[in-house]
């Protein structure tokens, strides 16, 4: 991780809502979720919040360093369908070693749309592979 990694820096990403990232596409398995309208899922909203958290980090860490979530407390409070732009900011509140904690908040334009909390850690790739390696070798 780079010094400029501190609490305070902020990250805006936009992204337009498009068909594949609504309800039924979620688990196009689930006849459940199909039947469901077609408008952003909470899960792609999750997704959504955390890349822009992971875009705020690029410019802040090392060369063979990324990060992974490691807990979301996300409200999901109004519908976006396809076609609208849901503007992302993101907020690095709190850094903790390699614990990194944000503020997240969500605007399709025309409401609110969600916000809350949301973690990350700092990882080094190579050592997240080689843990990863072990685990599936381990498996029964």
């Known amino acids: 991780m780079k010094p400029t990694l501190q609490a305070g820096l902020t990250h805006t990403h936009r992204f337009t809502v498009t068909d594949d990232k609504t309800v039924p596409a979620l688990f196009p398995e689930s006849a459940e979720f199909v039947a469901m309208p077609r408008v952003l899922a909470t899960g ?29 407390d996300f409200s999901h409070v109004a519908a976006t369908p396809p076609g609208l732009t849901v503007e992302v900011v993101a907020t690095l509140t709190h850094v903790d070693g390699r614990s990194l904690h944000f503020a997240v908040r969500g605007h399709d334009g025309i409401d609110l749309i969600g916000e809350g909390a949301h973690r990350r850690a700092v990882v080094t790739w190579s050592r997240f592979a080689q843990r990863l390696g072990g685990k599936l070798a381990s498996r029964p």
């Not at 792609?44 to 705020?56: D, H, N, Q, R, T």
């Not at 690029?58 to 992974?68: F, N, Q, T, V, Y």
């Open 44 to 72: 792609f909203m999750v997704g959504l919040f955390e890349w822009a958290c992971i875009e705020l980090l690029r410019p802040h860490l090392d060369a063979g360093e990324g990060s992974l979530g490691t807990h979301v």
